[in-house]
């Protein structure tokens, strides 16, 4: 690859951007990577695919730094396709994606697929060099898309809604993330535990230990402890195989905590919680500062380890919708205005309880979530009763809540 060439310019670009967010994180730590008032989601272009490998974390970082309302991204002929243009005096950021150039010993060239039909032996003719390609995209907010297709970004919109949900003690909860440890889904134990410290126990007999969600501040301070431990675990042998450090403060060490600390926080975002630097890990910023600075092709290594790790962290959780209790289910589907999941879990016999209702005031906002539980359950939500309560329901329900 040139020094000069498209891939190498992206990567001194997302070097730049990320040096520019950790001098910010460095002035005030308790700062976090990414701001809660986007909501959650992957960044994606405007047909729906999903952006992955290093792009997913800069097209996050981009969409904080510029203030962007959702990581929605799209080419020029994208946008020109939907009818939309690009405004006057907006640039555009770079994506970067992995081609091969696949030749004989006389120079001739085929195609990655052609090389993948040949044979074994045949393949032992070619030689495959991987390079890197960029092509260039505009976030949604860049572009008249919203006015030519109002109906279409309304939709869009959507998908990059989050649900923040609060807990019977008032405290933010994730729901995909509790039942992954109730049911036990990582790959391995998590054990919330009173304690004064989270850890990742390596090697044989690994697990997580986290504090109780009490013994934090906040709940989401919980699941972003939660979220660290799960991806240092993934870079265990025979999962993502990533070379660690020996002691806290050597080199290793230092660069395995920053890809737990931007993968917490890219899962966190995808989930629609904001994640902070852990505090002990302040002390590595100026080293992360000088390795990005020294060399750029340093982000591409870092990023790659955080994309691993993410991807599969995500695909646990996104995972675990189908072990949500039927609670869970009424309360996110209510929190979504669902009609069509409240419709689902009343014919299967679901009907809140009175402590149920009570819980709809603090992590119901919207009208549109208040009419459809209304709709569907008959709640009132002056009386926080529904037509079908009987009062045994209502009894049995204060008992449980020690009324």
Not at 48 to 53: A, I, K, S
Not at 259 to 286: H, P, Q
Not at 311 to 326: F, H
Not at 392 to 403: D, H, L, R, Y
Request: charged residues 30%; proline residues 4%.
């Amino acid at each position: 690859m040139k020094e000069d060439s498209a891939g190498e310019k992206a990567l001194k670009q997302f070097a730049d951007l990320m040096i520019q967010k950790i001098k910010e994180v460095e002035y005030d730590w308790k700062k976090p990577w990414f701001s809660p008032e986007s909501g959650g989601g992957l960044p994606q272009n405007i047909e729906g695919r999903v952006y992955n490998g290093i792009n997913l974390f800069m097209l996050y970082l981009l969409s904080e730094e510029k203030g962007y309302s959702t990581p929605l991204y799209m080419t020029f002929m994208q946008a020109k396709e939907a009818g939309a243009s690009i405004m006057r005096g907006e640039k555009s950021f770079p994506v970067v994606y992995w081609n091969f150039s696949v030749r004989d010993k006389n120079g001739n060239k085929i195609s990655i697929d052609d090389y993948r039909d040949l044979s074994d032996d045949e393949k032992k003719e070619y030689k495959v060099t991987p390079y890197m390609k960029t092509y260039n995209v505009f976030n949604v907010s860049q572009t008249n898309y919203p006015e030519v297709q109002p109906e279409k970004w309304e939709k869009l919109k959507e998908q990059f809604k989050s649900p923040s949900l609060k807990d019977e003690k008032g405290m933010f909860t994730m729901p995909l993330l509790d039942a992954l440890i109730r049911e036990r889904q990582w790959v391995c134990p998590i054990y919330p535990r009173e304690s004064d410290s989270a850890y990742y126990r390596r090697g044989e007999g690994c697990h997580i230990i986290v504090p109780l969600k009490g013994q934090f501040d906040t709940g989401e301070s919980f699941y972003s402890t939660l979220l660290h431990e799960m991806a240092h675990s993934t870079g265990e042998e025979g999962l993502l195989g990533r070379e660690k450090g020996e002691f806290f403060g050597d080199k290793k060490y230092a660069k395995e905590e920053l890809v737990a600390e931007l993968t917490s926080a890219t899962c966190g975002k995808s989930l629609g919680l904001s994640t902070c630097i852990r505090e002990e890990n302040a002390m590595y910023l100026k080293s992360w500062l000088s390795a990005l600075s020294g060399d750029p092709k340093f982000i591409y290594t870092i990023l790659s380890d955080v994309a691993k790790a993410s991807a599969m962290i995500q695909e646990k959780v996104n995972g675990m919708e189908p072990k949500l209790t039927k609670d869970e289910k009424f309360l996110l589907a209510a929190s979504q205005g669902n009609e069509e999941q409240l419709k689902e879990l009343k014919e299967n016999g679901y009907n809140p309880s009175l402590l149920m209702v009570e819980r709809l005031h603090i992590n119901v906002n919207s009208n549109e979530g208040k009419e459809a539980v209304s709709k569907v359950f008959g709640i009132d939500f002056d009386t926080n009763k529904t037509a079908e309560m009987s009062k045994e329901m209502v009894k049995a329900a204060e008992i449980t809540m020690n009324i």
